[in-house]
């Protein structure tokens, strides 16, 4: 009997962190548990030393392929440099495109599926050229993938600003979103950032089918919505399939001596950890608002700290991993803190290793940005979360953790709007460390870190959801 083929999936990542990880998890998983090969293609947003340590660690042992692309010269291209995230992530996937098509009508052996993120959805028509199934990778919550797809009719119906708006904006079967949760894109009808999020949302039926880093348990009444034929038929061109949590797994050696040695003396679910991703920073006013509300809480307490920003709040995600020297970051702290807190803060000046950190058993809880890659993180490690949105879709996130999954609080007001007071802060910490809340929040987090470990084994939703996958482009192949 002759020996079936085996398939060759070619991935595609646009630039960022939140993107990168995902995509690579993905094409690791196809490799590991379904029999693939896989080759990842990138587009490196600064040729940080975050993105080239996580490209490194695909290549021991080698899982997979990892191509990088050119990088586009963005400003000789006439793209502004003060252009919002979504306009540059769109604008550098764009100019990419002749070099991904060269790239993979340039490989050995023609690729059984092509797989490309939310920002990739342009170079979806190359899959068409190769005659291969094609799928995009939503790397966020089935809530978000209901707003993104609807977009494009509340872009008929809604008149003026969302942010203008009283009432709620309905999406049917789900759960209605609040006008100050929306994305980022669409917050500002005038930017050029919103009619590209509505074009990548109208380009998604171009796929045979959606992949979302979420498991069925997570979201259950979500998902049975979006995939309600009145809905999915209108908005998309085929399957909803979940396929997470796919997150970095830990590395033993992944945390630095002085940090284990630090963190292997504190007590059980004893420390917070204080960081807003890799691209998230704040004012230097709410940097010390922060600080004086850990010192209030009298909490353990790791702090990844970055310069403030000037401009937005968004200001390092092209920049990740290239915060200042500790003294330059550490003179935005209030007078005496390091001295005050010095029994029980551990202040890491860059970037940290935050699966890593979260998997310890002394770590007890998360203040987060909610990007959607931090709080898989999170909830894989069991660690309840304070969610402290700051752009993207995190106010999305934060309300879904706080409102629906129940395994976060939040500040009354949204940070991006309103400075939050050290009084605030210091009540959020402790409810979540030391209060009867946060033992509640830990109990529920712990319920779906077990319920996720289970969607991805053997037989679980999400490992089936690629099974089912795999079948449907080896009926193409034939």
Not at 243 to 252: A, D, M, N, Q, S
Request: with cysteine; charged share 25%.
């Amino acid at each position: 009997m002759e020996k079936p083929k085996q398939l060759h999936a070619a991935l595609l990542s646009s630039p960022g962190m939140g993107h990168l990880i995902p995509v690579i998890e993905l094409g690791k998983r196809l490799v590991a548990d379904h029999g693939f090969e896989a080759t990842v293609f990138v587009l490196p947003s600064q040729a940080s030393h975050t993105e080239a340590e996580i490209i490194e660690s695909t290549m021991t042992p080698k899982l997979l392929d990892v191509v990088e692309l050119p990088p586009p010269d963005l400003l000789a291209a006439g793209l502004s440099p003060d252009a919002a995230v979504v306009t540059r992530l769109v604008f550098m996937m764009r100019q990419a495109r002749p070099a991904f098509r060269s790239a993979l009508m340039a490989m050995e052996a023609r690729p059984d599926v092509l797989i490309v993120d939310l920002f990739g959805t342009e170079h979806l028509c190359i899959g068409d050229e190769l005659g291969i199934p094609k799928y995009v990778y939503v790397l966020s919550n089935a809530w978000f993938l209901a707003l993104l797809l609807h977009s494009p009719t509340l872009d008929k119906e809604v008149k003026g600003e969302y942010v203008e708006r009283t009432e709620p904006l309905e999406i049917p079967g789900c759960k209605p979103v609040r006008p100050e949760d929306v994305v980022d894109p669409i917050l500002d009808w005038l930017d050029h950032q919103y009619r590209e999020y509505v074009l990548r949302a109208g380009e998604i039926p171009m796929g045979d089918g959606i992949l979302l880093n979420v498991w069925e348990d997570l979201q259950a009444e979500t998902l049975a919505a979006l995939r309600n034929k009145e809905f999915l038929g209108r908005v998309a061109n085929g399957p909803v399939d979940t396929v997470g949590p796919l997150i970095r797994p830990v590395r033993p050696a992944g945390l630095g001596k002085e940090l284990v040695e630090w963190l292997d003396k504190q007590p059980s679910e004893s420390v917070l950890f204080v960081l807003f991703g890799s691209g998230g920073t704040l004012s230097a006013e709410q940097l010390v608002e922060l600080a004086w509300g850990l010192e209030l809480s009298q909490q353990r307490f790791i702090w990844v700290l970055w310069p403030p920003t000037i401009k937005s709040l968004d200001g390092s995600y092209f920049n990740a991993g290239k915060s200042g020297a500790r003294d330059e970051v550490l003179r935005f702290l209030p007078g005496g803190f390091m001295a005050r807190t010095r029994n029980i803060e551990f202040i890491l000046p860059s970037w940290a290793p935050q699966v890593e950190i979260l998997s310890h058993p002394s770590v007890g809880g998360f203040l987060s940005h909610c990007g959607w890659n931090s709080t898989l993180e999170s909830i894989a490690n069991g660690v309840p979360m304070i969610a402290w949105p700051l752009y993207a879709e995190q106010r999305l996130n934060a309300m879904l953790l706080t409102e629906e999954i129940g395994v976060a609080v939040r500040p009354k007001v949204l940070p991006s709007k309103k400075i939050v007071g050290r009084e605030e802060i210091e009540k959020l910490v402790r409810s979540v460390m030391v209060e009867k809340e946060g033992r509640t929040l830990r109990a529920r987090v712990r319920e779906l870190k077990s319920n996720a470990q289970k969607a991805e084994a053997k037989g679980g939703s999400s490992y089936e959801s690629l099974c089912k996958m795999k079948i449907c482009i080896i009926k193409k192949a034939r």
